[in-house]
């Protein structure tokens, strides 16, 4: 005995899908709108961690030309050296120093409507080397103020590779501009190993 499909009545049809589009429209403020462009209208994106989701961006486009930089300094026992970059907000790079001694060091940025002897630390510390990347959250100069506190010379050798705009050092006995390697002045060969 087989039984008949009953007809679903329209109400029960409007019914269900006046519940799907509240639930579809729920799900949009909670999590969609949230996530995907980081507009947070009920406050749960932030509850759930969600809008780090919006400002992750893979690929980022970049005005300025991809640069690179080295640099050996000699510190003198007492001596200070400043190795800074002009950045714009969101440029970045990546660096690794290394030193034949322990230095005192400290990485701090000015942005560019600070007052007058204004800087920011962002990593500060004593050690021979360091290696990491650095996104400038505001325009200005950003980088490193070195000391030797050693009875002894010291050799510095810094490398960076960025999209910053110039590169300066300041110290006692020199200071001046830096020139930079732009990527493309590299020449790459096909039958270099």
Do not use: C
Request: net charge negative.
């Amino acid at each position: 005995m087989t039984q008949e499909p009953q007809a679903v009545s329209p109400r029960k049809i409007l019914l269900a899908t006046g519940a799907a589009l509240l639930v579809a429209i729920l799900v949009l403020l909670v999590a969609v709108l949230p996530a995907e462009y980081g507009i947070d209208p009920l406050g749960a994106g932030k509850l759930l961690g969600l809008l780090a989701l919006a400002q992750a961006r893979p690929i980022v486009v970049q005005e300025s030309e991809y640069r690179l930089d080295q640099i050996e300094l000699e510190l003198l026992p007492g001596e200070w050296v400043e190795y800074i970059y002009r950045f714009e907000q969101g440029d970045s790079m990546v660096f690794s120093w290394q030193a034949t001694g322990p230095l005192s060091y400290n990485f701090h940025s000015q942005p560019d409507d600070a007052p007058r002897g204004y800087s920011e630390s962002f990593d500060a510390g004593e050690s021979s080397e360091a290696y990491g990347s650095y996104d400038a959250p505001y325009p200005g100069i950003h980088g490193w103020y070195w000391e030797n506190l050693t009875a002894e010379e010291v050799i510095l050798e810094l490398n960076t590779a960025g999209y910053y705009r110039s590169a300066t050092v300041s110290r006692d006995r020199v200071s001046g501009e830096h020139a930079l390697r732009s990527l493309s002045e590299l020449t790459f060969r096909a039958d270099t190993p």
